[in-house]
């Protein structure tokens, strides 16, 4: 799977989008970009995955770039329930590979 | 629907001890995943199991070791704990099709080696 790099932390204010960007430029052309959250001391929670067209869903927005060498996750409207770290993870996704690798990810810090 | 669930929540073990972390996974999903975690990292792959089978394994040593159920429940083990095994472990469900899947986490047992 390739690597992916993260910013180690970022702050957003209440109410504004935020907007976490992703490295991946050694990814290949049959992997998958997925992104996880991981509130303090809970379980990771899927958000979003995508190929290479742009992906949107209930929680967020996923833009990947042409050459698919960068990622970014949108969270439209940041709350303070949205403070958590977020992982940026590329996968295979061919039948029979669920192993996701997480790096440190970006922690997100909402401030009111 | 539960969702994955996950038991004990917490657990308190010697060093030397054995220990058994048993998971239900979501309703609907085939594949079981287990991850350790320790304080300040992110989720590290220790194996996956399908069909009652092994099919992944992480850059874990031997002492860590699995079992999945005809309901597809699972169970991990470690044995002869170290103190480097104190870790949230997490695991995670999926079903196993084409083109990608999201993987649901439990809440994870935190055990404690001391």
């Known amino acids: 799977d390739a690597k992916t790099t993260q910013p180690t932390s970022m702050d957003c204010a209440e109410g504004r989008a935020a907007n976490l960007p992703c490295n991946h430029s050694t990814i290949s052309g049959n992997e998958y970009v997925y992104w996880y959250r991981q509130i303090h001391s809970q379980g990771p929670q899927y958000i979003i995955h995508?190929?290479?067209n742009n992906e949107t869903n209930e929680m967020a927005s996923l833009i990947i770039t042409e050459d698919r060498k960068s990622s970014t996750l949108i969270l439209p409207h940041a709350t303070l329930r949205d403070t958590a770290v977020y992982y940026c993870i590329v996968r295979l996704s061919n039948f029979g590979n669920e192993k996701l690798t997480f790096g440190t990810g970006t922690r997100l810090t909402i401030i009111p | 629907d539960a969702g994955v669930t996950q038991s004990p929540t917490h657990l308190i073990k010697t060093r030397g001890q054995q220990v058994t972390l048993r998971c239900s996974p979501k309703s609907g999903h085939d594949t079981v995943s287990w991850y350790q975690q320790a304080l300040g990292q992110g989720p590290q792959f220790i194996f996956q199991?399908?069909?009652?089978?092994?099919?992944q394994r992480g850059n874990f040593p031997d002492r860590f070791s699995g079992h999945q159920f005809p309901n597809y429940s699972s169970e991990l083990n470690v044995n002869a704990l170290l103190l480097g095994d104190s870790a949230l472990y997490l695991c995670?469900?999926?079903?196993?099709?084409?083109?990608?899947?999201?993987?649901?986490f439990g809440q994870g047992t935190r055990l404690t080696v001391v």
């Open positions: 995670a469900s999926s079903h196993q099709q084409v083109g990608g899947t999201e993987a649901f």
């Open positions: 995508g190929l290479k």
């Open positions: 199991y399908y069909e009652e089978e092994e099919r």
